[in-house]
């Protein structure tokens, strides 16, 4: 927007048909917001361990 209010800003994002925030949430790479139109998905994705909610990666053999 052209003023300038501070905060956040929200948007619709697709890509053809496909929503790209609820992919995101769905695959358990953002979170959603409480009582948002994701939040179903976000539980399924917290549920199923997806994404973030996922176990962290195994770095062992990292070599940072």
């Not at 959603?32 to 917290?46: C, F, L, Q, S």
Request: glycine share 18%; net charge negative; hydrophobic share 30%.
């Amino acid at each position: 927007p052209p003023e300038k209010t501070g905060g956040e800003a929200v948007a619709k994002c697709r890509i053809g048909k496909m929503d790209v925030g609820e992919w995101l949430v769905a695959n358990g790479w953002a979170r959603a917001e409480a009582g948002g139109p994701y939040e179903d998905a976000g539980r399924k994705a917290e549920a199923d361990k997806k994404g973030i909610f996922g176990p962290p990666p195994d770095t062992a053999g990292s070599t940072d």
